[in-house]
């Protein structure tokens, strides 16, 4: 049974930082692209950032390219998310989840995490 769970969200202050977490078990972790999205009430699930199955390549939403960052460590089936320069327009629950393909499109990836809120405060 895949489980993906995150952790890392809370409160800041506008321009302050966050480190989330997302640690997966019961898949071939090494084999899939991870990726991050965000959600707020009222609106549709938003790509936020993914990285391929190596960690060569990285890809970002244009709303957070610059501030955040991707990485992961598959030796410890680990993704994380650094967020910098938060901004309120960042206030949303993170999702973390994988797919077979680099894409941007939530309908691709699954095995979606219970998720982490992020409230940046203005």
């Known amino acids: 049974q895949v489980q993906l769970v995150e952790s890392g969200g809370g409160l800041v202050q506008a321009g302050g930082s966050l480190r989330l977490s997302c640690v997966a078990s019961?898949?071939?972790?090494?084999?899939?692209?991870m990726g991050w999205f965000r959600q707020s009430p009222g609106k549709e699930r938003e790509f936020v950032a993914a990285?391929?199955?190596?960690?060569?390549?990285?890809y970002y939403g244009d709303s957070v390219k610059g501030r955040f960052t991707i990485s992961r460590d598959n030796a410890n089936n680990t993704v994380v998310l650094r967020m910098n320069s938060l901004k309120p327009e960042d206030t949303a629950v993170y999702y973390c989840?994988?797919?077979?393909?680099?894409?941007?499109?939530?309908?691709?990836?699954?095995?979606w995490g219970q998720g982490t809120q992020v409230t940046v405060s203005s």
């Open positions: 019961g898949l071939t972790f090494s084999s899939y692209v």
């Open positions: 989840s994988r797919s077979t393909s680099v894409s941007r499109r939530p309908r691709d990836f699954g095995s």
């Open positions: 990285i391929t199955q190596s960690g060569g390549g990285v």
